[in-house]
C-alpha cells in the first residue's frame, strides 16, 4: 500500500491508478446480472448500487477531476454495463 502514497510525479499517480483500476475491474467481473439485486446485508445496499458507487466518478469528483459522474446518465441494466460504464469513467480520468 505504501506504493500507493509516494506520488511524485504524474507518472506515479497513472501507475498506482492502473493498478486500482485492475482491481475494481476484477472484482466487477464476478459479478453476474442475478446477483446485480443481491443485498450484502438485508437493508442494506445491493451489489448494483455498490458497483455504481464505484462506477460513477464519485471519488474523481471530490478530486475535483473532471471526469463525467456515470450516475448522470441511467443506471446500467447488466453487469457488463457497469463494467463498460467504469473502464469509460477511468480513461476520462486518466486522460
Known amino acids: 500500500m505504501d506504493e500507493f502514497l509516494k506520488y511524485r510525479q504524474v507518472d506515479d499517480l497513472?501507475?498506482?491508478?492502473?493498478?486500482?483500476?485492475?482491481?475494481?475491474?476484477?472484482?466487477?467481473?464476478?459479478?453476474?446480472?442475478?446477483?446485480?439485486?443481491?443485498?450484502?446485508l438485508e437493508g442494506h445496499s445491493t451489489l448494483v448500487r455498490l458497483a455504481l458507487v464505484e462506477t460513477t466518478g464519485y471519488f474523481s469528483h471530490l478530486a475535483v477531476l473532471t471526469a463525467p459522474m456515470i450516475g448522470q446518465e441511467p443506471v446500467p441494466a447488466t453487469a457488463g454495463e457497469i463494467i463498460a460504464a467504469y473502464e469509460k469513467a477511468a480513461e476520462v480520468v486518466k486522460e
Open 14 to 40: 497513472l501507475k498506482g491508478w492502473a493498478v486500482a483500476v485492475e482491481g475494481t475491474l476484477q472484482v466487477l467481473q464476478v459479478v453476474t446480472n442475478e446477483k446485480l439485486g443481491q443485498s450484502v
